[in-house]
């Protein structure tokens, strides 16, 4: 029996919400199908971007079809707040050896660039065999290094928004859709 889920207690930062779970849902399965057509027959090394693509990483991940390895490496931009601090602190604890290994980097959003660039040259730097880039979101007007990730989930607007993996202040990370701030929260740091 399917139960009602109850909205989270703490919505009173959101404006509105930008993508309905259902369209996330689905999205989720076109880029799995188009992911599992482009590694067919290969072996794959997912790198997820943690914290923020740790939910978005779970989802996928079971709809992919090749036989996988996963690691993650941390990157924090967004210290407190909205405000980012300029060069993304990377760390690299990955355990894998992606040397000679087809990898699939995975985030939740694409924004100035900074981080997915940064990580894109380590895994390069460690000798993977290609490297290509999943990111759920994409906010194409706020780029500041050119980087293009092969597969999007969804273009958005110059709004800061949570959830799926997002947060704002380490909250609401556990939304199982993505909303939009209030404005007056982020107001002149984007
Ligand atoms: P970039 O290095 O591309 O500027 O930023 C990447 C990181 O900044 C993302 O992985 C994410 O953690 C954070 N970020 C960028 N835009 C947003 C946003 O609208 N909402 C949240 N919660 N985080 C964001
Ligand atoms: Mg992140």
Excluded: W
């Excluded at 930008?18 to 027959?41: F, K, M, P, Q, T």
């Excluded at 990955?94 to 985030?107: F, R, W």
């Excluded at 500041?144 to 799926?164: D, L, M, R, T």
């Amino acid at each position: 029996m399917a139960t009602a889920r109850k909205p989270l207690r703490e919505l009173k930062h959101l404006d509105h919400i930008l993508v309905s779970e259902a369209a996330i849902r689905r999205r989720v399965a076109a880029l799995a199908d188009e992911i599992n057509r482009a590694y067919r027959g290969k072996d794959l090394t997912v790198i997820a971007i943690v914290n923020g693509a740790i939910i978005f990483t779970a989802d996928l991940l079971r709809q992919l079809r090749s036989p996988l390895r996963l690691d993650c490496v941390r990157a924090s931009s967004y210290h407190a707040g909205t405000a980012a601090t300029g060069k993304p602190v990377i760390v690299d604890n990955l355990k894998l050896d992606i040397a000679g290994q087809h990898v699939l980097l995975v985030d939740d959003i694409l924004d100035t660039g900074n981080t997915l660039s940064a990580v894109h040259e380590l895994l390069l730097a460690k000798k993977a065999a290609s490297v290509r880039t999943c990111v759920l979101l994409d906010k194409k007007a706020r780029r500041v290094v050119p980087f293009e990730a092969e597969y999007v989930g969804f273009e958005i607007p110059n709004e800061f928004v949570v959830g799926y993996g997002l947060d704002f202040n380490e909250r609401y990370r556990n939304l199982p859709c993505i909303g939009v701030l209030k404005r007056r929260y982020y107001a002149g740091n984007l």
